[in-house]
Nanobody
């Protein structure tokens, strides 16, 4: 089993920045990537960004490109999401997730951290 703990959420004004963190513990040797998703009120969970520790490649949702940066320390199984130029529409609960080798899906999820962007 893998446990994920997110932190760094909060309230920020539009145009501001926040940095989210995600720490993976437990059976982490089989992990090779981390992603961030978000879910606004009355909305479905959506993909935000992901990084593959295996080769360092990243991918972003169009809505956050140029504003958000995903990074991490694969050795320590830490992930970060730097969010700049925040907009009210970025308001959501942000979840980190990790994927194991041989899996075709994001296997483990954190409890989420709330981000609120005021206008």
């Amino acid at each position: 089993q893998v446990q994920l703990v997110e932190s760094g959420g909060g309230l920020v004004q539009a145009g501001g920045s926040l940095r989210l963190s995600c720490a993976a513990t437990g059976r982490t040797f089989s992990l090779y990537g981390m992603a961030w998703f978000r879910q606004g009120s009355e909305e479905e969970r959506e993909f935000v960004a992901r990084v593959l520790w295996s080769d360092g490649t990243t991918e972003y949702a169009d809505s956050v490109k140029g504003r958000f940066t995903i990074s991490g320390d694969s050795a320590k199984r830490l992930g970060f999401l730097q969010m700049n130029s925040l907009k009210p529409e970025d308001t959501a609960v942000y979840y980190c997730a990790v994927i194991e080798y041989g899996s075709g899906k994001w296997d483990y999820w954190g409890q989420g951290t709330r981000v609120t962007v005021s206008s």
